[in-house]
T-cell receptor, first 116, second 114 residues
Framework: AQKITQTQPGMFVQEKEAVTLDCTYD???????LFWYKQPSSGEMIFLIY??????QNATEGRYSLNFQKARKSANLVISASQLGDSAMYFC?????????????FGTGTLLAVQP | EAQVTQNPRYLITVTGKKLTVTCSQN?????MSWYRQDPGLGLRQIYY???????DKGDVPEGYKVSRKEKRNFPLILESPSPNQTSLYFC?????????????FGPGTRLTVL
């Protein structure tokens, strides 16, 4: 079964520190994409970063990086130098090729609170 | 500006009163999808469409209908809403069906059914 697991319902981090949000995935497909989205309290889904299953290097986008460990089936999001504006819900998601619905499969999310 | 729009953003209604949530994208995307978000469950797909006049069920289609008569529009219809359909709804679109195609999300519609 295809599944995304986020085991941290909530996390705290001090401003300016780095934080890692965990994500593990399960799929038997060889071709898949992993996405992270940020959902602030206003509710919109903001795309942060993408990693393809064949990408050999970890993806980076500004202060966001994805620690991709294919053998462990993990795709952790690392936020460096946390800011107060990073307080939000974060979702890990997966899209597989050949899936019947081409949907994104989401985890249950991690609520991050950045403390001053 | 490339975007996915949804209307209304907020809606409070009563059981049984038919409603439609509109979704429109201006990126000429082929693929469109509806998700609902509930606490502790993440986002789950309701319906999707691979192109005009091509729609199919996702994981939680009961109580919903969709149509895709034009490429840009993908409305979600609740013919007889019930309280268990109280949720946050997202429309999303992507250029293609590949695993690397990012899905762009609308701003969400908060629906309360009393």
């Amino acid at each position: 079964a295809q599944k995304i697991t986020q085991t941290q319902p909530g996390m705290f981090v001090q401003e300016k520190e780095a934080v890692t949000l965990d994500c593990t995935y399960d799929t038997s497909d060889q071709s898949y994409g992993l996405f992270w989205y940020k959902q602030p309290s206003s509710g919109e889904m903001i795309f942060l970063i993408y990693q393809g299953s064949y990408d050999e290097q970890n993806a980076t986008e500004g202060r966001y990086s994805l620690n991709f460990q294919k053998a462990r089936k993990s795709a952790n999001l690392v936020i460096s130098a946390s800011q107060l504006g990073d307080s939000a819900m974060y979702f890990c998601a997966m899209r597989v090729v050949g899936g019947a619905t081409n949907k994104l499969i989401f985890g249950t999310g991690t609520l991050l609170a950045v403390q001053p | 500006e490339a975007q996915v729009t949804q209307n209304p953003r907020y809606l409070i209604t009563v059981t049984g009163k038919k409603l439609t949530v509109t979704c429109s994208q201006n990126m000429n995307h082929e693929y469109m999808s509806w998700y609902r978000q509930d606490p502790g469950l993440g986002l789950r797909q309701i319906y999707y469409s691979m192109n005009v006049e091509v729609t199919d069920k996702g994981d939680v289609p009961e109580g919903y209908k969709v149509s895709r008569k034009e490429k840009r529009n993908f409305p979600l219809i609740l013919e007889s809403p019930s309280p268990n359909q109280t949720s946050l709804y997202f429309c999303a679109s992507s250029f293609g069906l590949a695993y690397y195609n990012e899905q762009f999300f609308g701003p969400g519609t908060r629906l309360t059914v009393l």
